[in-house]
């Protein structure tokens, strides 16, 4: 080799020697894990409050306050709305101290908003989420649960039952901490609100935009809003050993596309070519929708997710978290195999309904479908319409947005005060954790509060494994007696910490 094809191997070796020097250097340079070190510095509740919160969540399990999709117009949606009404004088009956010192507003009828007055009128109020009714449990499948959905027992270490996760477990803790907090003579000074919304499972349209609505005429602005959305995860984060309090900074958005298959229908004995029938131009569009996916990256809160698990990784785990700038693509690639992953980085595709045809011999001139979207911040409604109609690519299939569509919510601050204050709190109510911000790729309420303020956090303080996450919407719903007394120390110390000003959202906070 002559000495230009010496100086060209020497230049590389000194490249790749100077990108190993900087790789190396960035990985090094991390900061130790956000978790905290050493106990607990909130006290959670005393072995007492916990089994009389266990009690309380066992008999709020109790009330089946179902969300239909049909709405409250059939008989079960009914019991559904006497359910709600139960549970709402099962509220004030059991949290008397709470009852007296907040003032409690029904809202369209069934949703609940709460005001515990602060002595300081001049700072913004703060709003604590969660919702009173549930999912249905799945026809056919109560024998597969191991203590009957909603009966609410109490067996091995935990509280089982329809709701437990989503969202009674941390609906009882909020009430649970604000009573034994207004039982002992604590006032608030910044004013605390409370929203209980009754439709949260479908959309909350009824019962938190109203609230929000309500809140807006009055002229009201909110600090910040906490709701559900992320939670404290055993062993459910690859490669991190710590448990992992995620805490949702934004959401995606929500659509449904409709699609309809248009044919001449005619008599079965005579089908055209298999494209030419509706059922057969529905399944290709559905299949040429699936086989054009939506960009995959690595930003805005999955990212700050990332960088905050790079420092409770393995040195190799963290090397690639500290220099995504170089390895982005082998992230994207490993995250895009598992779906849990897979849906931080774009806007998911899920085909959930389909229906043709009223005969097995008859031709349907129509046949419809529909695609379910979840959409990533970097992407719109508008954009995902023109995507799906592009790859589709067919004058006989037409394309209807469903009603209840809704753009990804804006990325809320994570270096104002309330985030700050939010990450304390955790720290020193699970000191084992690491803090980690992500998007939380499914719904909350919390999105109507958007216009009140920009600091809206998704968090509920209950540990689960992944095996318990299982239960979220499905069999073997539960939530550990021991969670509980973590969650109400949480609430009890977040309520307690609210006086500082910097936190009022024209403060910037």
């Not at 020097?21 to 106990?39: D, E, F």
């Not at 979220?472 to 910490?497: D, I, P, W």
């Amino acid at each position: 080799m002559g000495g230009m094809g010496m100086r060209i191997l020497a230049g590389l070796a000194a490249a790749v020697a100077v990108l190993a020097a900087v790789v190396i250097g960035r990985t090094l340079m991390l900061a130790p894990p956000s978790a905290a070190s050493g106990q607990a510095t909130t006290t959670p509740a005393s072995p007492e409050e916990t089994a009389r919160a266990a009690a309380h969540l066992g008999q709020a399990i109790r009330f089946q306050t179902i969300s239909y999709q049909r709405g409250l117009q059939d008989e079960k949606a009914q019991a559904s709305a006497a359910a709600l009404v139960q549970f709402r004088d099962f509220i004030a009956a059991t949290y008397p101290a709470f009852s007296t010192a907040a003032t409690r507003e029904i809202v369209n009828g069934y949703s609940l908003l709460f005001t515990w007055e602060g002595s300081d009128p001049t700072l913004e109020p703060v709003l604590l989420m969660s919702h009173m009714d549930v999912v249905p449990v799945v026809p056919g499948t109560e024998s597969d649960w191991k203590h009957p959905p909603f009966a609410g027992e109490i067996a091995d270490g935990s509280v089982w039952g329809r709701g437990a996760i989503d969202c009674k477990g941390s609906l009882i803790s909020i009430l649970e901490a604000a009573d034994s907090l207004a039982a002992r003579g604590f006032k608030p000074k910044r004013t605390i609100m409370f929203a209980f919304g009754h439709d949260e499972e479908i959309s909350g349209l009824d019962g938190d935009k109203k609230i929000s609505e309500l809140l807006a005429s009055r002229g009201v602005k909110l600090a910040f809003v906490s709701d559900e959305g992320g939670m404290v995860a055993e062993g459910a984060v690859s490669g991190i050993a710590t448990p992992v309090a995620l805490i949702g900074i934004a959401e995606k958005g929500y659509m449904s596309l409709e699609l309809t298959a248009h044919a001449a229908g005619g008599h079965s004995s005579m089908p055209p070519a298999q494209d030419e029938t509706a059922v057969g131009r529905l399944m290709r569009a559905i299949k040429r929708t699936g086989d054009a996916p939506f960009i995959s990256g690595i930003d805005g809160p999955t990212r700050a997710m990332l960088e905050a698990f790079a420092p409770a990784s393995s040195f190799g785990r963290k090397m690639v978290f500290a220099n995504l700038w170089l390895f982005e693509p082998l992230v994207v690639h490993l995250m895009n195999q598992e779906p849990g992953s897979a849906a931080q980085l774009h806007t998911t595709i899920a085909p959930t309904m389909l229906k043709a045809g009223v005969k097995e011999n008859v031709l349907p001139p129509e046949a419809e479908g529909v695609i379910n979207f979840r959409i990533h911040p970097r992407d719109t409604m508008a954009g995902v319409t023109e995507h799906v109609t592009e790859a589709i690519d067919d004058r006989q299939v037409s394309i209807a947005t469903l009603p209840g569509a809704r753009e990804a919510s804006a990325v809320s601050n994570m270096k104002g005060a309330a985030y700050g204050l939010l990450t304390a709190t955790i720290a020193k109510s699970f000191p084992d954790a690491l803090i980690a911000p992500n998007l939380t790729v499914a719904g909350t309420d919390s999105r109507h509060y958007l216009p009140l303020t920009q600091n809206v956090f998704r968090f509920i303080p209950l540990r689960v494994t992944k095996e318990e996450l299982a239960g979220f919407h499905n069999t073997n719903e539960r939530v550990r007696v021991g969670s509980l007394a973590e969650a109400v120390g949480f609430y009890r110390a977040l309520m307690k910490n609210l006086d500082d000003p910097a936190l009022d959202a024209r403060a910037g906070g």
